[in-house]
């Protein structure tokens, strides 16, 4: 496997510009890479191997509908390289470009963009249109079948469901036999209860498919549950590619875990590091926490540290205190609320003052605590959860002198 | 009843149309899917029969296809005769009087389709011809018919352009809206009035048509 950082003439890999990622030019995936300055600003890297799920997450305004514009080749960027399973899309350093339909995708718009004019079938056969006719409306059929919609094969889109109308998008796409499909935030125009089965059959219809997939959604949530890899793109750059989890975990910076709506983001010193008990000890105002061994931070830096709310533990409040837990805190429940299957609590901490830690928890603990607003608690942070980042200013944190 | 003038009526309205139908159809899909510095000045160019009179756009004309002029002298060389006066100046000028009618309906028509919807075209390896074909054809279907039952009604009503660049020569530029002006003229109301209600018959029927195809394809597609 080759790994570039420079990418010929014009396209050398500024690592001080932030998106110091590498892209695998001779994967079997989509490999993606795009620098332009109008009319949006982008830098963008990724790949997506075959099989994979990439979701291409961010804010509105972030760029990820001209990302994936640009991997169809209804969008040119200045400076881009396009390449799918062998097949070059683009190479502008060679002053190679393949228009839309010279490339094989399947893409599912936001709207689904389904021809008014045509019935659910002759939208699939238009795909389709390299085969003879016969063969070619057999096979729509067939696709038709493998996405549940049997029978409504004559109806034209406008007397469709939105759940129905987004499966015959997704035939349509996938009749071509594309070589990277293309969903661009195919659940926004459906309810919510559609938006649910339809995920369980994307999820479903993923283990027949074998070409690349990328997603685009602005909703975390649904990017975690459907895709494999997150790719976190922020102002038209990409900020961090990698598992939902992972990504979750240990965010490169406080802008991708505020990305992440991380809740428990805040400023601290580094105090000094412990190799032999593989601790790196933190001061954050006033308080030392002890944190996962993060070495790449000197002592006396200023860094950035979050902990995500699920690692932030409720000490068993009828029982005593057996006063050996990790970075032990205490405070009163500012705010409780109960989710389906889990609660959230904001603990508002006695010390330091001016504080408020988000914490998750299953509702039968919460309940067995008789937690509830205004209640007294004491709260453990895991070590192993505090997960250290370079200082960057946080917005609306009005304390510049953080310990 | 001049049949005479009905018949040249019909058939200036049918040459126009066939004229002015391509030249709609590029012009209204250049004009909906590019933008170009200018594109307002062009636009109002084209407009401009809409608001002036016809008998000031006639004038013009007149003045321009006349052997007073280059173009005049030079159309007169080479067609034989001059435009003005003619059948085929009164083709020319109806043209020109009606290039908004023909463009705009048709403009609208395009403009009106999602640019996913031929985006969507390319993604299924539809070439822009095909694309065209395929996909903008079919849509802006109503559209056309539009511009195409405007053009031909608005031509065969048409009566200051005609008279200031045609006369009223009989089988040669006597329209039917010349001749109806002729027979009030003349006294001759009965005439008058026959050949007002066949007009007026006729547009109500082109014109109801048109809605009526824009209507089909709203309900059947949405």
């Known amino acids: ?403 | 009843m001049d049949w005479e003038a009905l018949l040249l009526s019909m058939k200036l309205s049918g040459c126009t149309v066939l004229v002015l139908l391509p030249i709609g159809l590029l012009t209204g899909r250049w004009l909906a899917y590019h933008h170009f510095y200018g594109k307002s000045a062009v636009q109002a160019l084209l407009a401009i029969p809409l608001v002036l009179p016809p008998t000031v756009l006639g004038y013009y004309l007149l003045i321009s296809l006349g052997n007073a002029t280059v173009l005049g002298r030079f159309l007169e060389r080479w067609l034989g005769h001059t435009l003005v006066f003619s059948f085929e100046g009164l083709v020319v000028a109806s043209i020109l009087f009606n290039l908004p009618f023909a463009i705009q309906p048709i403009q609208r028509a395009f403009e009106a389709i999602p640019r996913e919807l031929r985006e969507a075209g390319a993604c299924c390896a539809m070439t822009p011809a095909k694309v065209f074909w395929r996909i903008e054809l079919p849509l802006s279907w109503p559209g056309i018919v539009s511009a195409v039952v405007l053009t031909f009604a608005h031509t065969l009503g048409e009566f200051g352009v005609v008279l200031m660049v045609g006369g009223s020569i009989p089988g040669e530029t006597k329209t039917i809206a010349i001749a109806i002006y002729d027979r009030v003229q003349a006294f001759d109301n009965g005439a008058a009035a026959s050949m007002s209600a066949v007009l007026l018959v006729f547009s109500l029927v082109t014109i109801a048509l048109s809605y009526a195809v824009g209507d089909y394809t709203k309900r059947r597609y949405g």
């Open chain 1, 1 to 403: 496997m080759r790994w570039v950082t420079i990418l010929r003439d014009g396209m050398v890999d500024d690592s001080n510009a932030g998106n110091a990622m590498r892209l695998d030019i001779d994967g079997q995936g989509v490999a993606v890479r795009l620098r332009q300055a109008k009319p949006i600003p982008l830098d963008v890297t990724f790949n997506c191997q075959k099989g994979e799920m990439l979701a291409l997450v961010g804010p509105s305004g972030s760029g990820k509908t001209t990302v994936l514009r640009s991997i169809v080749g209804l969008h040119q960027s200045e400076q881009g390289f396009v390449k799918c399973q062998e097949e070059l899309w683009q190479d502008s350093s060679a002053g190679h470009f393949l228009a839309a339909h010279q490339r094989k995708v399947g893409m599912v718009f936001q709207n689904y963009a389904l021809f008014p004019h045509l019935t659910a079938i002759q939208n699939v056969q238009e795909s389709l249109a390299h085969l003879p006719k016969q063969a070619g409306s057999e096979y729509a059929k067939e696709i038709l079948s493998r996405v549940h919609l049997s029978g409504l094969e004559d109806r034209y889109p406008k007397t469709l469901s939105g759940g129905q109308q987004q499966r015959v998008a997704v035939a349509r796409a996938l009749a071509r036999e594309p070589k990277v499909l293309l969903l661009d935030e195919p659940f926004s125009a459906v309810d919510q209860v559609t938006r649910r089965r339809l995920y369980r059959e994307l999820a479903e219809l993923r283990r027949t498919l074998s070409m690349p997939i990328i997603l685009v959604t602005h909703d975390l949530e649904e990017a975690t549950l459907l895709a494999d890899k997150l790719c976190i793109l922020h102002k038209g750059v990409t900020l961090q590619t990698g598992t939902p989890l992972d990504v979750a975990a240990h965010p490169v910076s406080a802008t991708v875990a505020r990305l992440m709506d991380q809740q428990n983001l805040f400023v601290a010193h580094v105090v000094s590091h412990n190799p032999q008990a593989q601790k790196t000890l933190i001061r954050w105002r006033g308080v030392v926490l002890e944190a996962n061994y993060q070495p790449d931070y000197l002592p006396g830096v200023k860094v950035c540290w979050m902990i995500q709310s699920a690692n932030v533990l409720l000490h068993r409040r009828h029982r005593p205190s057996n006063g050996e837990r990790e970075n032990p805190l205490s405070g009163i429940v500012a705010s409780y609320t109960v989710l389906s299957e889990y609660a959230i609590a904001q603990i508002a901490c006695d010390a330091p003052e001016n504080v408020v830690i988000t914490m998750t928890l299953p509702i039968h603990v919460a309940r067995r605590n008789d937690l509830g607003q205004g209640e007294q608690v004491k709260i453990s942070l895991l070590a192993e959860g505090i997960h250290l980042m370079p200082f960057e200013k946080l917005r609306g944190d009005k304390s510049i002198n953080v310990d």
